[in-house]
């Protein structure tokens, strides 16, 4: 049989699925990481919120909230993760770059990565009151930008949910 100017091959689905699980498992372990950066926000009474920027399988920035140790509305995990690539790889963009946050990024978060041109945004928890990345607003797929985004939700969610459930309770109380 001829395949025309196509030519296919067939992975065997053994493969796919260990393929899709070392993926995974890239995803969870760096999310583990931004996750390690959420607990120092919460040690230091921040909303406990951490990202880390990934390229070539290395960590070129890290972060966790500092809004109200440095009095900075704009000092997200988000911001101060993208500020540490910019610095390491020396240039204002990040294409070929992961940023794992474990809480979905806000409008503000999601346009600098936009502008950024990071190529992937991984989150752990959901934010229905102030998302940009697929709950309340998507700006990250925005094709008005000049730029989208790969939106992968959902990597080790009950672990950043309950960092943000620590926090609050301890607030209310």
């Given at each position: 049989m001829?395949?025309?100017?196509?030519?296919?091959?067939?992975?065997?689905f053994?493969?796919?699925?260990?393929?899709?699980?070392m993926?995974?498992?890239?995803?969870?372990?760096?999310?583990?990481m931004?996750?390690?950066?959420?607990?120092?926000?919460?040690e230091?009474?921040?909303?406990?919120?951490?990202?880390?920027?990934?390229?070539d399988?290395m960590v070129?920035g890290?972060?966790h909230?500092?809004?109200?140790?440095?009095?900075?509305?704009?000092?997200?995990?988000?911001?101060i993760a993208?500020?540490?690539?910019m610095e390491?790889?020396n240039?204002?963009?990040?294409?070929?770059?992961?940023?794992?946050?474990?809480?979905?990024?806000?409008?503000?978060?999601?346009?600098?990565?936009?502008?950024?041109k990071?190529?992937?945004i991984?989150f752990?928890?959901?934010d229905?009151?102030?998302?940009?990345?697929?709950?309340l607003?998507?700006?990250?797929a925005?094709?008005?930008?000049?730029?989208?985004?790969?939106?992968?939700?959902?990597?080790l969610?009950?672990?950043?949910?309950?960092?943000?459930?620590?926090f609050?309770?301890?607030?209310?109380?």
């Amino acid at each position: 049989m001829k395949s025309g100017k196509y030519k296919f091959s067939l992975i065997p689905f053994g493969d796919i699925a260990n393929t899709h699980q070392m993926i995974l498992q890239d995803h969870q372990r760096y999310m583990a990481m931004a996750i390690t950066q959420a607990s120092i926000a919460l040690e230091k009474n921040e909303v406990p919120v951490g990202a880390i920027i990934v390229h070539d399988d290395m960590v070129i920035g890290k972060g966790h909230n500092q809004v109200e140790t440095l009095k900075d509305a704009t000092a997200h995990a988000e911001m101060i993760a993208l500020t540490a690539a910019m610095e390491h790889r020396n240039q204002k963009y990040l294409q070929g770059c992961t940023i794992y946050v474990t809480l979905e990024p806000c409008p503000m978060c999601a346009g600098a990565l936009v502008w950024s041109k990071i190529d992937r945004i991984v989150f752990g928890a959901m934010d229905a009151k102030a998302g940009g990345c697929g709950s309340l607003f998507n700006i990250s797929a925005n094709k008005q930008l000049n730029h989208q985004i790969e939106i992968i939700q959902g990597v080790l969610e009950e672990d950043a949910k309950w960092l943000l459930k620590q926090f609050f309770a301890e607030k209310r109380n």
